[in-house]
């Protein structure tokens, strides 16, 4: 009892800030410790009680408990269901996106707004929208959406490149530089970025 309440606590609370509950070994750990948990037990059975009294007061804290185990266990099915219905259509309108970008970029904006409606903290969905809105030369509204990012994952070296490219193509040359080296202090083996942090404006030849 001690080790499935740990275990189902654990995972209860894990899901509650990541997405633990879309592995499905993890939760099915999960499910298995509710079960363990609700299992019915029979009770000892008190000196002098007939076999009738036991059977009687033996159905009375089973079903309770059978009942509880059935709840738990529907409840934990509907969330994990939940979860992966919001990722899975998310992850569909994000890769709709990146095939509409340069066919129909207009397209490719909507369904990207739509993938972060539904999932605000993917990184790669911002890039999808900065993307889209630099086919209509939208450099503000690109960098914007690349900010955002940021703000959720402030040291990934992609978007600080990504910014730096914006910058170039604006003819910024001293914030390209800027953020090219932040890039390039994030992942300093890369090369590319190295070159970029010393002179930005290879970029453009």
């Not at 009770?43 to 309770?64: D, E, H, I, Y």
């Not at 972060?116 to 690109?142: H, P, S, W």
């Amino acid at each position: 009892m001690v080790g499935a309440l740990g275990a189902f606590v654990a995972w209860l609370v894990q899901t509650s800030v990541d997405w633990m509950q879309l592995l499905p070994g993890l939760t099915a750990v999960a499910i298995a410790a509710v079960a363990v948990m609700v299992r019915p037990r029979s009770l000892p059975r008190p000196a002098g009680a007939t076999s009738r009294q036991s059977s009687v007061g033996k159905a009375l804290t089973s079903r309770p408990a059978l009942a509880l185990g059935a709840s738990a266990v529907v409840v934990t099915l509907v969330v994990a269901g939940a979860s992966l219905s919001r990722q899975g259509l998310a992850d569909l309108y994000r890769k709709r996106a990146q095939n509409e970008l340069t066919t129909r970029p207009a397209s490719a904006l909507t369904d990207a707004n739509r993938s972060l409606g539904i999932d605000a903290d993917a990184v790669e969905t911002y890039y999808v929208k900065a993307a889209a809105l630099a086919r209509f030369d939208q450099a503000a509204g690109a960098e914007t959406a690349l900010r955002q990012a940021l703000a959720h994952e402030p040291d990934n070296f992609v978007t600080w490149t990504l910014l730096g490219d914006i910058a170039v193509r604006e003819r910024r040359l001293r914030v390209a530089r800027s953020d090219y080296t932040r890039a390039h202090l994030l992942n300093p083996r890369d090369t590319t970025l190295a070159e970029l942090s010393r002179d930005p404006g290879s970029a453009l030849r």
